[in-house]
């Protein structure tokens, strides 16, 4: 599968950003979408993910303030990032992988860069304090 993140930029701290990311294939509501972000000198960290019904995680530096969502019929995901700080500054990442590896368990996290095996772009992210 292709995928395409926009929606990056620059904003103040506590402002807020949109992230997309536009998928090929007819598989897209199979799929386990996952948001990845990686500062310079930093290792590529998860930020969050959503599964084909829909399910969410996210890592605790983030929950309550963005959003991950889908729409099926556009083969679209989103992240909705407010209240954004300068610790979010990073190159923001798409993912993707088939929730028939693991059988659509709802147990496995989809946590890791191990568990996808097609990736975006990226997309740039700036806050300024």
């Given at each position: 599968v292709q995928l395409q993140a926009s929606g990056g930029g620059l904003v103040q701290?506590?402002?807020?950003l949109r992230l997309?990311?536009?998928?090929?294939?007819?598989?897209?509501?199979?799929?386990?979408?996952?948001?990845?972000?990686?500062?310079p000198g930093k290792?590529?960290?998860f930020v969050a993910r959503i599964n084909w019904i829909a399910g969410t995680r996210y890592v605790d530096s983030v929950a309550g303030r963005f959003?991950?969502?889908?729409?099926?019929a556009k083969n679209t995901v989103y992240l909705q990032m407010?209240?954004?700080?300068?610790?979010?500054t990073a190159v923001y990442y798409c993912a993707a992988t088939s929730g028939s590896g693991t059988g659509?368990?709802?147990?496995h996290e989809y946590s890791t860069v191990h568990d996808y095996g097609s990736?975006?772009?990226?997309?740039?992210?700036?806050v300024s304090s």
């Amino acid at each position: 599968v292709q995928l395409q993140a926009s929606g990056g930029g620059l904003v103040q701290a506590g402002g807020s950003l949109r992230l997309s990311c536009a998928a090929s294939g007819r598989a897209f509501r199979t799929y386990v979408m996952g948001w990845f972000r990686q500062a310079p000198g930093k290792e590529r960290e998860f930020v969050a993910r959503i599964n084909w019904i829909a399910g969410t995680r996210y890592v605790d530096s983030v929950a309550g303030r963005f959003t991950i969502s889908r729409d099926n019929a556009k083969n679209t995901v989103y992240l909705q990032m407010n209240s954004l700080k300068p610790e979010d500054t990073a190159v923001y990442y798409c993912a993707a992988t088939s929730g028939s590896g693991t059988g659509y368990s709802t147990v496995h996290e989809y946590s890791t860069v191990h568990d996808y095996g097609s990736w975006g772009q990226g997309t740039q992210v700036t806050v300024s304090s």
